[in-house]
């Protein structure tokens, strides 16, 4: 059994697509670990805010498996995969990390944007401070500690009205 950590966003509908992708992926899944929602500026693109999220689950499926499952989640919520690479999106799933595997393919891991992306490394510090990057040493909590660029999020009520 591995663990995982998913991260979750949405800037076309965003509280419908937060709620629909937690709900496919405790189909998936099971019992998950949920961290608060945030919002951000759209990064590397004009485009709306985004809602974002990191999610733990433990699985049997390997990675391939995994990343070809949250291809067929954002395909079922009207992912256009014939876009530019940053544009406005319904859902966006990306595997994380998966234990503490160190791999390029068949998806690079862990994901560069960890480290990169304030939307990302929050959400992470909050969910497994005490975990350890993979390829860093140090614990997401510290990445976040130490992590200076200007990105701006903040955290945002949700409604999790959908899954009750």
């Known amino acids: 059994m591995a663990f995982i950590l998913i991260s979750i966003g949405s800037n076309i509908e965003r509280d419908h697509h937060i709620q629909?992708?937690?709900k496919e992926l405790r189909q998936a899944f099971g019992?998950?670990?949920i961290s608060s929602v945030?919002?951000?500026?759209a990064v590397g693109f004009d485009g709306d805010p985004f809602y974002n999220l990191v999610v733990g689950a433990n699985?049997?499926?390997?990675v391939a498996e995994c990343v070809q499952l949250f291809k067929q989640i954002?395909?079922?919520?009207g992912r256009k995969r014939n876009v530019a690479r940053f544009s406005g999106r319904t859902l966006d799933l990306d595997l994380l990390t998966y234990d503490q595997l160190?791999?390029?393919?068949?998806v690079e891991l862990p994901r560069d944007?960890?480290?990169?992306?304030?939307?990302?490394?929050?959400?992470m510090a909050e969910l497994?401070?005490?975990q350890l990057h993979p390829v860093t040493g140090l614990t997401y909590q510290q990445l976040w500690q130490q992590y200076d660029r200007p990105q701006k999020l903040w955290t945002v009520p949700f409604s999790w009205s959908e899954l009750k």
């Open 20 to 22: 629909v992708a937690i």
């Open 31 to 33: 019992k998950l670990m």
């Open 38 to 41: 945030y919002e951000s500026e």
């Open 59 to 62: 699985t049997e499926l390997s």
């Open 74 to 77: 954002e395909d079922r919520h």
């Open 102 to 106: 160190v791999c390029q393919q068949p």
């Open 113 to 123: 944007e960890i480290t990169k992306n304030a939307f990302v490394l929050l959400p």
């Open 128 to 130: 497994v401070p005490e």
